[in-house]
């Protein structure tokens, strides 16, 4: 599913609908959603500490010239795969070159979706 | 948007695409649970369940008495507990007292009953500013509080969650519970915001 799906639900049931997301977007991208599901989904099958995790996100947010929270969210849970090495520096720069080369010879971004 | 957003924005997004087909790969989680917690947090977690507590502790005084004595027992009656809402304190608004939260550390909020937070709440502005001048925040979201009303801010940890319980509109007392939930939101439970007013012909 799309993210941008969300846009339409608060108004489904018109002046009796409960209030949702009030008007705003709970992910503004798809691969923050995606950056999120994977980070629950590693804490619900205790793959990693999730407090391990927050420390690096508190770190990451609380720093000088902070990027944005998805990016930091993203930066922290690497850093706890990188450090429970469960990847691996190497393989995960050989991956995003993979990718980045297969999304550079196709201009149809569908593919971001990946799990549609 | 200009061309080094979009390279900065498509580079962001390629490490998140990269991480999770490693991890996909080596087993340690699959597309389908990753598929499914984002589904839980768009669809069926949010405002929305916090608006049902509300309501329901606007109808029922001895609810309100549990909720405001054991807050994550009294949420779990209702359903709503767990991930990122294990200890829940819910703090009442009164015609003395309004309550705000904030997480100044980084951005823990009450998942179970209010959703993922929103990108102002996350913001180093309110992070910072709602602890030093909570009356000039809470202007700025169009609240306006008469002098006497003592502000207090609620600082969210790892471990406790705050939810505002806030206080009941005016005119809506012959309105039934599930009425009332409609007028409950977000913010009012954030403590940016008040709960909406009735419309005139309910």
């Given at each position: 599913m799309s993210s941008r799906s969300l846009a339409s639900i608060t108004s489904d049931d018109g002046a009796t609908a409960l209030p949702r997301k009030n008007g705003e977007?709970?992910?503004?991208?798809p691969w923050e959603s995606r950056a999120f599901g994977v980070a629950i989904a590693l804490h619900d099958a205790g793959a990693i500490d999730f407090e391990a995790f927050r420390a690096r996100l508190i770190a990451e947010i609380g720093g000088?010239?902070?990027?944005a929270y998805y990016e930091c969210w993203l930066r922290a849970l690497e850093q706890v795969l990188l450090e429970h090495e469960l990847v691996s520096a190497a393989e995960l720069e050989e991956r995003s070159t993979s990718i980045a080369h297969d999304w550079a010879h196709d201009h149809d971004h569908e593919h971001l979706h990946g799990h549609d | 948007m200009s061309v080094d957003h979009d390279h900065v924005h498509d580079d962001v997004a390629v490490r998140a695409a990269a991480l999770e087909a490693l991890l996909v790969e080596k087993g340690l989680i699959s597309t389908d649970a990753i598929d499914a917690v984002v589904d839980l947090y768009e669809n069926?977690?949010?405002?929305q369940n916090g608006a049902r507590v509300v309501a329901r502790a606007w109808v029922d005084e001895a609810y309100r008495d549990r909720l405001r004595q054991n807050g994550t027992a009294a949420i779990a009656e209702l359903g709503y507990g767990g991930f990122e809402g294990d200890t829940m304190v819910v703090v009442e608004n009164t015609p003395e007292v309004h309550n705000i939260i904030v997480c100044t550390l980084c951005s823990c909020y009450?998942?179970?009953?209010?959703g993922l937070p929103p990108s102002w709440y996350k913001s180093p502005a309110y992070r910072a500013r709602v602890v030093a001048e909570p009356r000039a925040v809470l202007a700025e979201f169009g609240l306006e509080l008469a002098d006497h009303v003592e502000v207090r801010v609620w600082d969210s940890t790892a471990e406790v969650r705050y939810l505002v319980l806030p206080m009941r509109p005016q005119g809506?007392?012959?309105?039934?519970e599930e009425e009332l939930a409609t007028l409950v939101t977000r913010d009012s439970m954030v403590g940016t915001g008040v709960p909406l007013q009735p419309v005139a012909a309910a």
């Open positions: 977007l709970v992910f503004e991208a000088a010239g902070a990027a | 069926d977690i949010g405002p009450p998942w179970p009953v209010l809506t007392e012959g309105l039934a």
